[in-house]
């Protein structure tokens, strides 16, 4: 297996996933578009050096589907040489996506690749491409279907998290990322997204609501006892016996919010690194995906960075930092108990409960906030990591050179 | 044509009228498809024929299939062959929307299933309003579908959501709601039907349904890329758990055919339905639900366990001894069924009380709509509250429900022999006294009987007819056409401790707190118990029922010399909950707590009282334990004959004690594993969690030769 470096990365800032949002009017190909031109005029990058463009998305149907990314290839005015593909694993897409590449240059099948991914939430429905999994009833049932939130609110009763637990979860995080703005934790790799005028519609993470406290936090009303209240509680007592009743802890407040956004990374091998005249600035150390249990849906970060230490011949106390994406803070809450893991450690500059999740795109946006990070505390391993719809896990290990 | 006949006239209408000659009834069979497609050939080439209008010749229009001949299809039919026996009626249907002709459907009585299919084939309906004339397909209430084109033309017709509301819940629709709904296009006075359906076609209307055009696509055609559709399905599938968990296979397959049908040409959903029909037709779960909730509860009703010789009592007064809830209940079905009722209890206040029941029983369905004042007045007029025992003169027939205790019912038996005619019988209402030892007090005991009606009386259905030694045949006779005049279902036992349902039903508790015992934990208990389809769990039951009661009956039997009536495990746990003041909801919590305004919920205390062990059995097993154990003592129930035919046992645990309907009861479900494979499994049980799984040598015998509850059908 060769070396696969991570060379660049950037990410646009996240736009809340509404109409009100203001990236609301820039559609998901042209804020890759962006990204890809950034890459390329960033190191005045010879394009014709890559192979493939693989862009995650979690709803890849209308105008994000369509291979987007070998339209944004095209689009950005990249060589006519590179490929383009989309990858869907949910919200592990945009990880996925880096993996993926990092795979064909590690199977030395290619020399250089850029992955990313994207997710345009307010111009698409949730839902919006809904599949068998949940929707055919035949196989709805036999996988005891149940919507995210109530597998996150399960998390919750089956560990006994309070309410008061996962709100506090939530106001570090929008703590946080507070203090990773105020110091411009992030500047380096925020590209701001421009309009059809040129100017910039959007330079920083809108949908923080930096002083939010438990206490605000706790006024919110619990987002999915409607839906539990439906029949879906009683799919989750025919898995999970031991319930008597779902405790809903989760809300708007300590969910990952509903944002618009992108993010890409370029990785390659040494070879392409004294072709471009790049340095590395971390290798892919390893990466892995698994399934976990489908009903409950978001257990899978334990199993899958379990298997991504075993892949790398690593040991959790041998990670310096964790990004674990916060989808709903009973997942991040259960992953440092069952990994025992400080909380100093993991999601540092806060995470998507206080700056949204564009669910293709978090995965390569947040394998770039990490780097940042090791490179800002001059650390040297971090692990990226996420839970995936339908019960799987996407995780890669970096390390810096 | 035997059971359809036609009639043109001038103006170029021809008028189907079905009209069955052998039956009261026309009912969907073989004879009648043939004779259908047969006529729908005629119409079609007849050229002076410009239009149909089909009615029938009954006042009913038609009830859809004849369930008889489809109980026998499991074991018998391989589902290929269900499928061909879906679409040879697919086709009659599909050929009449298909000729070229408009066909108006002039419905004038209750039209349901089958019948209402043939209706929805047809180009326009008119309905009889007339609150009898309902429209439905009730399948699912059988563990079938519509398998001859009802799915896909409701669909089609009102949209898939509205369509599934009715095809999951199989309810019927009165002529206004029908209209509302748009499954029918017009109302009229029953003797009209034919003149509007005449009328309409006059009008010169096509003869093409909406989905014969050409580019024609369902609303929801494109579903998967409509998210509201596709949540849409995500929901309904989650209620259909909801309501039925994963034990009935017939509301799943109605989902699919819907889901799946409505994305296909016609002829291909036609196709797809006919295969999910097939499933369902060939599945042990819709036998087991004909069988036991429609076959054998009708013949039961019908008398089948009435000795034979006996002539029919009709039944004008009898007495009532207790004013209580039962004897009230007893007092308020009897007066309803036509029969003049005095209402006896120690004081004419008591007494006036449990008449009361009835009164504010009748006010809350009049405040409904669902009767008239004049019809409440009159049938409370039926009722006669009393202290004086001299005026059950001229009673046929006395149901007593005093207090449970031998000595109070021996009085009250004297008393009331005292002034009954020689030919009066006197049924006991005990759920628990034996009736032989009751009997002791009659001077005449060959006419002294058991009746166990069950609570709710006026809304539970079976009435459990226990033989004492001595009750002779027709005193049992008149106690079954009594149960059949109060339109209830009677099974025949003999006497015994608990007779038979209160007997098995002890399994079902006690399943519990052994459970319980061994530290399972409670909310795996009562979810395993909802989850193989009882409605309540075992620990929330214990609550309504007392902790007391069982205990109580318990602790009798156990001074009876060869007492079997006993607990293998779980008594501690009844007796420290009593202890603990936890004994009932009435002593204000048991095993679960009630706040005021909220949801009950499992107390917290258990924990400590009954602590959950390390390792929880497997969910399979609590499931399996609840349906084993009961299923193994109605197997000694008929090895010790206290009932005689599997049809008692299986209406008794189903209308009893809410055994699930999916297993068509308790022996039924034995029947449904396969003998051999329940006696293993339950000497699996039994290694495990206790001898009271052990099967008999009896059973055992039974299983080695084969032998089933239910005659095996040969296919």
Not at chain 2, 256 to 265: A, H, M, R
Not at chain 2, 549 to 567: H, Q, R, S
């Amino acid at each position: 297996m060769r070396d696969v470096f991570i060379y660049d990365h950037v990410r646009t800032p996240r736009g809340r996933g509404r109409p009100d949002g203001s990236l609301h009017e820039i559609p998901a190909i042209e804020l890759v578009t962006q990204l890809l031109q950034s890459v390329q005029a960033r190191s005045d990058l010879d394009t014709a050096l890559l192979d493939d463009v693989v862009i995650g998305c979690a709803q890849p149907v209308g105008e994000q589907g369509g291979v987007l990314a070998r339209g944004a290839v095209l689009n950005a005015g990249y060589a006519d040489t590179v490929g383009g593909q989309q990858v869907h694993r949910f919200c592990g897409s945009g990880l996925e996506a880096v993996n993926n590449v990092s795979g064909q240059i590690a199977s030395g099948m290619a020399m250089a690749g850029i992955g990313g991914g994207v997710e345009s939430m307010s111009r698409t429905v949730m839902g919006f491409d809904s599949g068998a999994w949940c929707a055919d009833p035949r196989v709805a049932l036999h996988n005891y279907y149940t919507p995210q939130g109530i597998g996150a609110d399960l998390i919750a009763t089956l560990e006994g998290y309070s309410r008061t637990d996962v709100d506090a979860y939530a106001a570090e995080s929008q703590r946080r990322a507070a203090v990773a703005w105020q110091e411009g934790r992030f500047a380096r790799s925020i590209v701001p997204v421009r309009d059809v005028l040129g100017e910039v519609i959007l330079d920083n993470d809108e949908f923080r609501r930096p002083n939010t406290t438990v206490e605000s936090l706790g006024a919110l009303k619990p987002a999915f006892a409607g839906m539990a209240a439906l029949g879906f509680g009683r799919v989750v007592r025919e898995r999970y016996p031991q319930v008597e009743e779902i405790n809903h802890v989760h809300t708007g407040g300590n969910s990952s919010g509903i944002v618009d956004g992108a993010g890409v990374v370029l990785l390659g091998n040494a070879e392409f690194g004294q072709a471009s005249g790049l340095k590395p600035r971390a290798r892919m150390r390893s990466w892995a995906s698994i399934g976990s249990e489908q009903t409950i849906m978001l257990t899978g970060p334990v199993a899958v960075a379990q298997k991504a230490l075993k892949n790398a011949g690593m040991t959790a106390g041998e990670i310096d930092l964790w990004e674990l994406n916060e989808a709903f803070a009973s997942v991040v809450l259960r992953f440092m108990d069952h990994m025992d893991i400080d909380h100093a450690k993991i999601n540092v500059n806060g995470g998507a409960i206080a700056m949204g999740h564009p669910l293709g795109a978090t995965g390569a946006m947040i394998l770039g906030t990490v780097l940042d990070e090791l490179e800002r505390r001059d650390l040297n391993t971090a692990m990226t990591l996420l839970c995936v719809g339908n019960g799987m896990g996407t995780a890669a290990i970096i390390e810096r050179v | 044509m035997r059971h359809l006949a036609i009639e043109t006239g001038a103006d170029g209408v021809a008028v189907l009228t079905l009209d069955n000659a052998v039956e009261s009834m026309n009912v969907v069979s073989d004879d009648w498809l043939d004779e259908m497609n047969a006529a729908i050939a005629q119409l079609r080439d007849d050229a002076a024929v410009t239009g149909v209008v089909i009615t029938s010749g009954k006042k009913v229009f038609m009830a859809g299939a004849d369930l008889k001949a489809l109980v026998d299809a499991y074991g018998t039919m391989t589902p290929h062959q269900a499928y061909a026996f879906s679409q040879k009626a697919t086709a009659m249907h599909r050929a009449l929307e298909t000729m070229g002709k408009p066909v108006a459907c002039a419905i004038n009585g209750l039209a349901l299933g089958g019948g209402f299919e043939l209706a929805l084939a047809c180009h326009y309906r008119v309905l009889a309003d007339d609150p009898k004339a309902v429209v439905g397909l009730p399948e699912v209430n059988v563990g079938l579908l519509p398998g001859s084109g009802g799915t896909q033309r409701l669909a089609r017709l009102i949209g898939a959501q509205p369509a599934l509301d009715l095809l999951l819940t199989g309810r019927s629709l009165a002529p206004a709601e029908a209209l509302q709904a748009k499954v029918v296009d017009a109302l009229a006075p029953a003797g009209d039907v034919v003149a509007v359906a005449r009328a309409w076609l006059a009008t010169n209307p096509s003869p093409v349904r909406i989905w014969d055009v050409k580019g024609y696509a369902a609303p929801e055609q494109r579903m998967m890329i409509i998210p509201e559709v596709a949540m849409g399905f995500s929901v309904a599938t989650a209620k259909v758990v909801d309501k039925a968990g994963y034990n009935l296979p017939a509301p799943p397959a109605i989902l699919s055919t819907v889901f799946e049908g409505i994305q296909l040409p016609f002829d291909k959903a036609l196709s797809v339905e006919s295969k999910y029909f097939a499933k369902l037709l060939t599945d042990p779960v819709a036998r087991n639900i004909i069988r036991t909730t429609f076959i054998s509860k009708q013949a039961a009703e019908k008398g089948a366990r009435r000795p034979a010789g006996v002539p029919k009592t009709h039944f004008t007064k009898v007495g009532v001894l207790g004013a209580g809830m039962m004897g009230a209940g007893i007092a308020l079905v009897s007066a309803r069924a036509g029969i003049d009722v005095v209402l006896i209890d120690r004081d004419t206040a008591t007494a006036e009380k449990g008449k009361a029941y009835s009164a504010n029983a009748f006010a809350r369905q009049v405040a409904r709509g669902g009767m008239t004042q004049d019809a409440a007045d009159a049938i409370l007029a039926r009722i006669a509250p009393t202290d004086d025992f001299a005026r059950l003169v001229g009673c046929q027939m006395v149901i007593e429900a005093v207090f449970e205790d031998v000595a109070i019912k021996a009085e009250t038996t004297r008393l009331a022999e005292a002034v009954l005619g020689s030919d009066a019988i006197f049924a006991t209402n005990t759920s628990t006294l034996p009736i032989s030892q009751l009997a002791e007090a009659s001077a005449r005991p060959d006419q002294f009987i058991g009746t166990h009606f069950f609570s709710p009386v006026d809304r539970m259905g079976l009435v459990e007819i226990i033989k004492g030694q001595k009750t002779s045949p027709a005193t049992l006779a008149k106690a079954v056409d009594f149960v059949a005049q109060l339109r209830k279902t009677p099974i025949v036992v003999r006497d015994s401790r608990g007779f038979y349902t209160s007997r098995v039903f002890r399994m079902m508790i006690f399943e519990g707190v052994a459970m319980l015992e061994e530290g399972v934990e409670p909310a795996r208990i009562e979810n395993a118990a909802r989850s193989v389809g009882f409605p309540v769990g075992p620990l929330a039951l214990l609550d309504e029922v007392t902790m007391e009661l069982p205990v109580k009956i318990l602790d009798d039997a156990a001074d009876a010399p060869g007492n079997t009536y006993t607990i293998e495990k779980g008594y501690a746990v009844l007796k420290r909950m009593i202890a603990l003041g936890r004994g009932s909801r009435k002593a204000g919590g048991g095993f679960y707590d009630y706040p005021a305004g909220a949801p009950k919920h499992l107390w917290q205390g258990l924990a400590e009282e009954f602590p959950v062990a390390g390792e929880q059995p497997p969910q399979a097993d609590l499931k399996a334990r609840f349906l084993y154990a009961q299923a193994i003592e109605t197997a000694r129930c008929m090895e010790e004959g206290v009932i005689e035919t599997a049809e008692d046992g299986d209406l008794g645990a189903v209308y009893g004690w809410g055994f699930p309907a999916w297993t068509g009861g308790t022996l039924s479900y034995i029947d449904t594993v396969g003998i051999a494979g329940f006696v293993a499994e339950a000497d699996r049980l039994a290694q495990l969690y206790g001898a009271r799984f052990a099967p008999s040598a009896w059973l055992r015998d039974k299983a080695a030769k084969g032998e089933t509850f239910y005659p095996a059908k040969k296919g």
